[in-house]
């Protein structure tokens, strides 16, 4: 796998520039276009997008030079994804001369920070859209409609959008992913996301449930619960989670943590697969992993960023735990349960990193031994804390040498992880055709690996039995043995 391939695993790089469509209402008379970048919350706010402007009069479209309005939901995480919304908003803008009616509007976390440039020094853009203002776009749609610029940054103390449907849209309606917080808290320094999504606030675990209910009843087959990070979900009848403390005796007793809504949700669809997604070591704790061994239907897979191996990298990034901590998280994750998949965001050149530092990066990925990750170098983001504090001091070649040593590593181990699968039977989900064969199916297994195995006279959406015969680095070759019980 090549080090592109590997590195961008978890902004999936094919998802990329996506465009939505959705259903045509019939009275609908405006076309919208949207494109995404970026990570899921992204993909899942272009939803809550399309949703809440489908009631406004727009159906979607793929066809540019045909919209009326054109949205890009944007991605501040990465130069790259800057770089390439740059780009489109240039050839937008090339449309718009043929179409001078068309309005472009920039939404998400890239709108939060460079509102200013895009409207006033660079005239790019009509509209400027912050993650928690969507359910202000009618307003700000009648602004330009009207021809004034239109801007709404205003981060959130409460917006959850618990209340909107999101439509799901070119899904392979088997999975989806179903928000539970917004925001977050830990100020990681080499993270924008608290800049550009705000405080921390969790949704209503009713609301989840019943969006869970309704995925269940027109087909899904699994959901991952999304947050920038799960484990800290806190409902206490809304607020931030740090105002916590100021909640009343009655309010704390009857508040829901991440374990519990874990459970109510296991619960409410057992024969519904359910996933999470992030954790953060610092805020895992014990009751999240037992109810995991105690659902079935909860999957045996952690994605568990640690970032670095060093505990004075890990001090420096303001990351909330020790490489000492970490550890004793993982053994308890695997005495608990030993069924489950540990994956890693690790990031390779951080400000100050010596040779020791990186080699106990390494160090640490020997003890855990990760099934597989996402891997990183450094590349400094504006307006992180890092930015202002820390100069990006290692050199390109080190920080190139020093990733490719972790990929190899982690290659090394994902083939250790694989080969444990062979000769056991597993039951996978089918999501699709494979991506190199199409008499073949992909699925995967619990502990999320992609298995892929030959079609038959199984369909997309089926839970199947398959014994898993073979294996690479990161996806497990097999046959259909039967019918799993969830079907």
């Not at 391939?5 to 978890?10: L, P, Q, R, V, Y």
């Not at 205003?154 to 209340?163: A, R």
């Not at 800049?195 to 609301?207: A, I, K, L, V, Y």
Request: glycine letters at 6%; aromatic letters at 8%; proline letters at 3%.
């Amino acid at each position: 796998m090549s080090e592109k391939e590997h590195s961008e695993k978890i902004i999936s790089e094919e998802q990329q520039g996506n465009t939505l469509t959705l259903e045509k209402i019939q009275d609908n008379t405006r076309k919208l276009y949207i494109e995404s970048y970026g990570c899921q919350m992204n993909f899942s706010d272009s939803e809550i997008v399309a949703s809440i402007l489908a009631q406004e009069g727009f159906n979607t479209t793929t066809q540019l030079e045909e919209a009326d309005l054109v949205l890009v939901n944007t991605c501040s995480i990465r130069e790259k994804a800057e770089l390439t919304v740059r780009k489109r908003l240039e050839k937008f803008n090339a449309v718009k001369k043929i179409n001078p009616g068309m309005k472009v509007g920039v939404l998400g976390c890239m709108a939060e920070r460079l509102k200013s440039k895009f409207l006033e020094e660079e005239k790019i853009v009509d509209m400027v859209v912050g993650p928690d203002a969507y359910k202000d776009l009618p307003n700000l749609i009648q602004e330009i409609d009207e021809g004034r610029n239109a801007v709404n940054v205003i981060l959130s103390k409460d917006e959850t959008y618990s209340d909107v449907a999101p439509v799901r849209l070119n899904s392979n309606g088997v999975t989806a992913f179903v928000s539970i917080t917004r925001g977050c808290d830990n100020m990681c320094t080499f993270c924008v996301v608290p800049f550009t999504r705000g405080r921390e606030r969790s949704r209503d675990p009713q609301s989840i449930l019943e969006e869970v209910n309704d995925l269940w009843d027109r087909g899904f087959k699994e959901i991952t619960l999304l947050g920038q990070n799960v484990d800290s979900y806190l409902w206490y009848g809304g607020g931030l989670k740090k105002d916590f403390d100021k909640a009343t005796d009655m309010q704390k007793a009857t508040s829901v943590n991440f374990a519990k809504l874990l459970d109510m949700v296991a619960l409410a669809q057992p024969k519904m697969r359910i996933r999470f997604s992030t954790s953060n070591p610092q805020d895992m704790t014990l009751d999240v992993i037992e109810t995991m061994a105690k659902r079935e239907n909860i999957c045996n897979y952690i994605h568990l960023p640690v970032q670095s191996g060093s505990n004075r990298i890990l001090k420096a990034m303001n990351r909330l735990h020790t490489r000492e901590e970490y550890f004793e998280l993982i053994d308890n994750i695997r005495r608990i349960n030993p069924e489950c998949a540990i994956s890693q965001d690790m990031i390779a050149g951080f400000p100050t990193e010596t040779e020791e530092d990186h080699q106990d990066t390494l160090s640490l990925m020997e003890y855990v031994k990760y099934d597989f990750g996402f891997m990183f170098a450094y590349s400094e983001r504006p307006g992180t804390l890092a930015a202002r504090k820390l100069e990006d001091d290692i050199p390109a070649e080190t920080k190139k040498r020093r990733l490719q040593e972790i990929i190899n590593l982690q290659q090394k181990h994902g083939l250790f992880r694989t080969q444990q699968h062979v000769g056991k039977t597993e039951e996978v989900l089918i999501e699709g055709p494979s991506k190199k064969s199409d008499a073949h199916w992909m699925g995967r297994n619990s502990q999320n690996t992609v298995v892929v195995f030959p079609k038959e006279n199984y369909k997309v959406g089926d839970f199947v039995n398959v014994k898993i015969n073979d294996c690479t680095s990161a996806t497990l070759i097999g046959e259909a043995v039967e019918y799993s019980k969830n079907n």
